[in-house]
T-cell receptor, first 112, second 112 residues
Framework: DAKTTQPTSMDCAEGRAANLPCNHS???????VYWYRQIHSQGPQYIIH???NNETNEMASLIITEDRKSSTLILPHATLRDTAVYYC?????????????FGQGTRLTINP | KAGVTQTPRYLIKTRGQQVTLSCSPI?????VSWYQQTPGQGLQFLFE???????NKGNFPGRFSGRQFSNSRSEMNVSTLELGDSALYLC???????????FGQGTRLTVV
């Protein structure tokens, strides 16, 4: 299984861009990078995913390096409600089954 | 559009009892997966169902089982409960396998 490495915690000022890095050096060519976040004791929330091109949606942008060994999730204008644990996941292709392998994630704190 | 619904939200059981948790996926979603979250082990994959068939199973003892009905609703069962089974149990649904998964709010099980 491709493994991801994320910083344990990060801080960001409200209104600034939050850039969350993720290393996935063993990623396979057909594996996607997914980002989820979990706000205290709630279910994880899907944010964005990508294969090799940069992606953007209403929540965030995902920048994947050309060699695909790392990626960065960008929250362009962080708010206090973005305080959460952010998980970077390389989706395991288990014969087509849906299986997400969560690591410890990055605890992002947005400060006023 | 209604999200993933898990019932009950909270449950207290005694050691040795069994418990059944329910998950109603988003309408049109056919894949349902289950996860256990504890402070010590984090989020761990339990199993996944697609079209009423278990497609993948995590590394949990046989006391943990599940099933999926023809309307895609899913149940998981834990028999002979142990104190260590106390956890937040999360259900996620996706339209089909290998697409983004959306999580419910979870069922918090406490075994006393």
């Amino acid at each position: 299984d491709a493994k991801t490495t994320q910083p344990t915690s990060m801080d960001c000022a409200e209104g600034r861009a939050a850039n969350l890095p993720c290393n996935h050096s063993t990623i396979s060519g057909n594996e996607y990078v997914y980002w989820y976040r979990q706000i205290h004791s709630q279910g994880p929330q899907y944010i964005i995913h990508g294969l090799k091109n940069n992606e953007t949606n209403e929540m965030a942008s995902l920048i994947i390096t050309e060699d695909r060994k790392s990626s960065t999730l960008i929250l362009p204008h962080a708010t206090l409600r973005d305080t959460a644990v952010y998980y970077c996941i390389v989706r395991v292709d288990s014969g087509g089954a849906q299986k997400l392998v969560f690591g410890q994630g990055t605890r992002l704190t947005i400060n006023p | 559009k209604a999200g993933v619904t898990q019932t009950p939200r909270y449950l207290i059981k005694t050691r040795g009892q069994q418990v059944t948790l329910s998950c109603s996926p988003i309408s049109g979603h056919r894949s349902v997966s289950w996860y256990q979250q504890t402070p010590g082990q984090g989020l761990q994959f339990l199993f996944e169902y697609f079209s009423e068939t278990q497609r993948n199973k995590g590394n949990f003892p046989g006391r943990f089982s599940g099933r999926q009905f023809s309307n895609s609703r899913s149940e998981m069962n834990v028999s002979t409960l142990e104190l260590g089974d106390s956890a937040l149990y999360l259900c996620a649904s996706s339209r089909r396998q290998n697409t983004e998964a959306f999580f419910g709010q979870g069922t918090r099980l406490t075994v006393v």
